[in-house]
Every structure is written in structure tokens, then in C-alpha cells.
């Protein structure tokens, strides 16, 4: 187990057209699904909030860290802040990098989030609501298997 | 939690007592360079984060592990990975449009 996770995706699109979804907060906002305040300005926060269904009261808060053309975005944040009662700026935040790579067939774009430590309170219940998809299809199992065996 | 972990002596105590239920310091210490109280000093680290408990056992005290902490910090990463999968697997769909 590292304190560090790892992601890596082709994308049939060129690095420009990448670079571009990444850090217009417009296109940002459509894929990742939140709404945010304003552009990402290196050194500057970015508010808004999760469009996310079921989420939309979630805040969204990030500092940008570094915006360098096409080659890396990167922001530190609190990842799913989703109980307003809970001051999360008091948690560390982990930081997410975006760093991109041209390829024969479009980009390599991989992702870090690392300076995992601490599960952050309240964090346990909101992973199983979140999961609420799944939940619901256990349900569904338990359901389907109680009727049968009645 | 990493940052606990993050140390040769303290992963060593930690598989030390994954091995059994209860150790004492001086088990902990044996076939180790370190004093007893360095021992104590790093358990204590590992007390504070969870991984580690001390039961009272007359005058001595006794160390167990507790895989809970360890076991929370996997299911929160697993959730993290799997926002991530989804999220870029949304990029993926919006840049190739």
C-alpha cells in the first residue's frame, strides 16, 4: 500500500486538445462535473461546486500549484469534502498532477494524487454513500433472494 | 499513518507483532540494536496512529496490532482509485468526441 495513486490513460486526442479539457475551467468543470468560480491561476484558489447528482452542495476547493503549457497541471486539495460540518482545511491536503505525454496516437496522460496519511473523518460513511450504486444492487440481490427462498 | 510507517524499525515491530496476539518490551526488543527505550519510543509513534495497542498486563505492559487502521486506509484509497477511473474514463469520452 503506498500513499500514492497512480492513473494511466490513453487519449486518442492531441496533447492541445488534452492540455485544453485539463485547465479551461469550462471544459474541466464538464468531465470532472463540478462548476467552478473561475479559471485556474497558478498560486490561486478555485472554488465551486460538484454537479455531481446527488452532490451539487459539495464545495469544490483547490489551490493551483502549477500550469506548465501542455507538459503539467497540478492542484492540492481536499478530495471529497462531503459533510459541511467538517472543517476539512484543517487536513492535509493531497496533490493531484496531471502530466502529459505525446504519443503516436494522440496523448499519455497520467495522474498522481499522493501525500495520502490520515483518512479523513467522516470520510468512511461518505465512501459508502457515494457508492450508493452498488448498495443499491446489493439490495436488489438480497431482495431477489429473499422473495425466492420465501 | 505513512508517516509512521515510514521507518525501518517501526515496519520491523509492526511485522513482529503481526506474527502473534501480545508482546511484551523486552520480546519486542530482543535480537534488536536498539535500547528499550527506543523501542518504547517508536511504539508509542505507532499507539498514536492506531496500528498499535499496549494492554496493561500488571506491571508490564503488553503490545498487539490492530489491522483497522491499515484496513480504512486501503478501502479509502481503493474509493480515490475508482473516483479516478470514472472521472478520467469521463475525459477520455469528452476529448475524443
Not at chain 1, 41 to 55: A, F, L, N
Not at chain 2, 66 to 83: A, T
Request: overall charge positive; charged content about 30%.
Amino acid at each position: 500500500m503506498d500513499n500514492r495513486i497512480e492513473k494511466r490513460i490513453e487519449l486518442a486526442a492531441p496533447v492541445s486538445r488534452v492540455w485544453l479539457a485539463l485547465t479551461d475551467h469550462r471544459e474541466f468543470g464538464e468531465w470532472f462535473r463540478v462548476k467552478l468560480d473561475g479559471p485556474f491561476v497558478p498560486g490561486q484558489v478555485s472554488r465551486g461546486h460538484i454537479t455531481y447528482p446527488g452532490y451539487e452542495h459539495v464545495k469544490w476547493e483547490a489551490v493551483v500549484q502549477k500550469m506548465e503549457p501542455e507538459r503539467l497541471f497540478s492542484f492540492t486539495w481536499h478530495p471529497y469534502p462531503a459533510d459541511p460540518k467538517i472543517d476539512y482545511s484543517k487536513e492535509t491536503p493531497t496533490l493531484v498532477e496531471f502530466r502529459l505525454e505525446k504519443t503516436a496516437t494522440g496523448t499519455l496522460l497520467v495522474v498522481t494524487e499522493s501525500g495520502f496519511d490520515k483518512i479523513p473523518s467522516g470520510r468512511r460513511l461518505e465512501a459508502f454513500r457515494m457508492n450508493e450504486g452498488g448498495w443499491t444492487e446489493q439490495m436488489k440481490n438480497i431482495e431477489r433472494h429473499v422473495t425466492k427462498t420465501s | 499513518m505513512f508517516a509512521a510507517l515510514g521507518d525501518e524499525t517501526r515496519l520491523l515491530l509492526v511485522a513482529k507483532l503481526c506474527g502473534g496476539p501480545l508482546y511484551s518490551i523486552s520480546q519486542l526488543t530482543q535480537g534488536s540494536k536498539l535500547t528499550r527505550q527506543a523501542i518504547t519510543k517508536h511504539l508509542r509513534v505507532l499507539e498514536r496512529v492506531g496500528i498499535v495497542h499496549s494492554v496493561r498486563s500488571g506491571r508490564e505492559s503488553r503490545f498487539q496490532f490492530d489491522p483497522h487502521p491499515m484496513e480504512g486506509m486501503r478501502e479509502y484509497l481503493d474509493f480515490v482509485s475508482k473516483q479516478w477511473d470514472e472521472a478520467l474514463s469521463r475525459l477520455k469520452s469528452f476529448v475524443e468526441k
